[in-house]
C-alpha cells in the first residue's frame, strides 16, 4: 500500500499591525481624575487659595502696600489665577460637557473666565470685578452652597411674601396720602412719599420721633394708622419671610437625608444579595464530602458472596 504524502500551502502572510498594544483607557483617566479634583485635599486646596486671592486683591488697595510688596504681590495672583485654570481645565476634561450641567461650575468658569481678561482700555471696569473670585467660596464650601439653594428653594415663597407685603404698603399708602396728604405733604403729599415713609417706619428707623409724634400733635387719633401698619409689616410679613427660608433650608436637609438614606439601604440590599449568594453555595458545596465513598472490593470476594448480599464468614484455617 504506498502512502500518499498530501502538501498545503502556506498560509498568506498577514501583516501585523504596527502597535498591538491597546491604547489606555481615556474614560478610567477622566474618571480618576474627577474623582481627584472633586476629593477633600484638592478643594481644601483651592478653598486656601481663594482666600488668599481675597487678601491679595485687599492689599492691592493699598499704596502703601503695593510700594513696599507690589511685585510680590503681582506674583501671587497671577499664580492663582493660573492654578485655577488648571483645575477648570481638568474638571473640564473629567466631565466633559456635563461640565457646563451645573450651575456651580458654569458660576465657576465665568468668574476664573473674567480674570483671564486683560484689564486695560475699554475692560478696565473689570479689576473692579476681581473681588468677584471671592464668591467661588460659596461653589467650594459645601455649607455655603446649601445656604444659596436653600434661598434659591425659597424664591417661590419669598415672591409671593413679597406680593403681599407690596400690597399692604400700597393699600397703606393710598390711605395715608388720603389722611394726611395736605398737612404734612413731606411725608404723605403722594403715593412715592406715601411709600418711602411707610418704609421708614416699617424699618422702626426714628419713625416715633421723626413721623408719628409730630403727626400726633395734629391727629391724636393717627396711632391707628401706624399701629396697625407696623404689627402687618415689621412684624407679620417680615417673620414669614424667615419662616419661608428657614423651611426651604429643612427642606434641603430632609432631602439630603433621604439620598444618604436611599444609598445606605442600596448598600444594605447589596450586602445582603452577597451574603445570600454566599449562604446558597455553603450549603450547596458540602455535599459532596458527606458521601463516603465504599471500600472497593476485590474480584474474588465479589465472586465468594452469594445472592443475599452477605459476605461468607472468615475460614478458621485462614486464621
Given at each position: 500500500m504506498?502512502?500518499?504524502?498530501?502538501?498545503?500551502?502556506?498560509?498568506p502572510h498577514s501583516p501585523l499591525p504596527p502597535s498591538t498594544s491597546p491604547p489606555p483607557n481615556a474614560n478610567a483617566l477622566r474618571q480618576r481624575a474627577g474623582e481627584w479634583i472633586e476629593s477633600r485635599g484638592p478643594r481644601n486646596f483651592i478653598i486656601a487659595l481663594i482666600v488668599i486671592n481675597a487678601a491679595v486683591?485687599?492689599?492691592?488697595?493699598?499704596?502703601?502696600?503695593?510700594?513696599?510688596i507690589g511685585p510680590a504681590l503681582i506674583a501671587i495672583n497671577a499664580a492663582t489665577i493660573a492654578i485655577f485654570v488648571v483645575e477648570i481645565s481638568i474638571k473640564i476634561f473629567a466631565f466633559g460637557p456635563s461640565f457646563f450641567r451645573s450651575g456651580w461650575n458654569i458660576f465657576d468658569f465665568v468668574i476664573v473666565s473674567i480674570a483671564l481678561v486683560p484689564a486695560s482700555g475699554a475692560f478696565e471696569i473689570l479689576r473692579t470685578f476681581r473681588i468677584?473670585?471671592?464668591?467661588r467660596l460659596v461653589s467650594q464650601a459645601k455649607h455655603l452652597r446649601q445656604i444659596v439653594e436653600s434661598l434659591g428653594r425659597a424664591l417661590p415663597g419669598i415672591g409671593w411674601t413679597a406680593l403681599l407685603l407690596l400690597l399692604v404698603f400700597y393699600i397703606f399708602a393710598v390711605i395715608g396720602t388720603e389722611l394726611f396728604g395736605e398737612q404734612f405733604p413731606e411725608w404723605f403729599g403722594n403715593i412715592g412719599a406715601s411709600l418711602f415713609s411707610l418704609f421708614q417706619i416699617m424699618t422702626l428707623e426714628s419713625w416715633s420721633s421723626g413721623i408719628a409724634r409730630p403727626m400726633l400733635e395734629t391727629y391724636p387719633l393717627a396711632w391707628l394708622y401706624f399701629v396697625p401698619f407696623i404689627l402687618v409689616a415689621s412684624f407679620m410679613v417680615l417673620n414669614l419671610f424667615i419662616a419661608i427660608i428657614v423651611s426651604a433650608t429643612q427642606s434641603l436637609h430632609d432631602?439630603?437625608?433621604?439620598?444618604?438614606?436611599?444609598?445606605?439601604?442600596?448598600?444594605?440590599?447589596?450586602?445582603?444579595?452577597?451574603?445570600?449568594?454566599?449562604?446558597?453555595?455553603?450549603?450547596?458545596?458540602?455535599?459532596?464530602?458527606?458521601?463516603?465513598?465504599?471500600?472497593?472490593?476485590?474480584?474474588a470476594q465479589e465472586a465468594d458472596t452469594p445472592a443475599t448480599g452477605r459476605k461468607p464468614a472468615p475460614d478458621i484455617a485462614d486464621t
Amino acid at each position: 500500500m504506498s502512502s500518499q504524502t498530501t502538501t498545503t500551502s502556506p498560509a498568506p502572510h498577514s501583516p501585523l499591525p504596527p502597535s498591538t498594544s491597546p491604547p489606555p483607557n481615556a474614560n478610567a483617566l477622566r474618571q480618576r481624575a474627577g474623582e481627584w479634583i472633586e476629593s477633600r485635599g484638592p478643594r481644601n486646596f483651592i478653598i486656601a487659595l481663594i482666600v488668599i486671592n481675597a487678601a491679595v486683591i485687599g492689599l492691592q488697595t493699598s499704596d502703601t502696600v503695593v510700594d513696599a510688596i507690589g511685585p510680590a504681590l503681582i506674583a501671587i495672583n497671577a499664580a492663582t489665577i493660573a492654578i485655577f485654570v488648571v483645575e477648570i481645565s481638568i474638571k473640564i476634561f473629567a466631565f466633559g460637557p456635563s461640565f457646563f450641567r451645573s450651575g456651580w461650575n458654569i458660576f465657576d468658569f465665568v468668574i476664573v473666565s473674567i480674570a483671564l481678561v486683560p484689564a486695560s482700555g475699554a475692560f478696565e471696569i473689570l479689576r473692579t470685578f476681581r473681588i468677584l473670585r471671592v464668591l467661588r467660596l460659596v461653589s467650594q464650601a459645601k455649607h455655603l452652597r446649601q445656604i444659596v439653594e436653600s434661598l434659591g428653594r425659597a424664591l417661590p415663597g419669598i415672591g409671593w411674601t413679597a406680593l403681599l407685603l407690596l400690597l399692604v404698603f400700597y393699600i397703606f399708602a393710598v390711605i395715608g396720602t388720603e389722611l394726611f396728604g395736605e398737612q404734612f405733604p413731606e411725608w404723605f403729599g403722594n403715593i412715592g412719599a406715601s411709600l418711602f415713609s411707610l418704609f421708614q417706619i416699617m424699618t422702626l428707623e426714628s419713625w416715633s420721633s421723626g413721623i408719628a409724634r409730630p403727626m400726633l400733635e395734629t391727629y391724636p387719633l393717627a396711632w391707628l394708622y401706624f399701629v396697625p401698619f407696623i404689627l402687618v409689616a415689621s412684624f407679620m410679613v417680615l417673620n414669614l419671610f424667615i419662616a419661608i427660608i428657614v423651611s426651604a433650608t429643612q427642606s434641603l436637609h430632609d432631602d439630603e437625608n433621604e439620598i444618604k438614606r436611599e444609598e445606605m439601604m442600596a448598600e444594605i440590599q447589596a450586602i445582603r444579595t452577597r451574603l445570600d449568594d454566599l449562604a446558597t453555595a455553603l450549603h450547596i458545596a458540602p455535599a459532596a464530602p458527606d458521601a463516603v465513598p465504599a471500600p472497593a472490593s476485590s474480584p474474588a470476594q465479589e465472586a465468594d458472596t452469594p445472592a443475599t448480599g452477605r459476605k461468607p464468614a472468615p475460614d478458621i484455617a485462614d486464621t
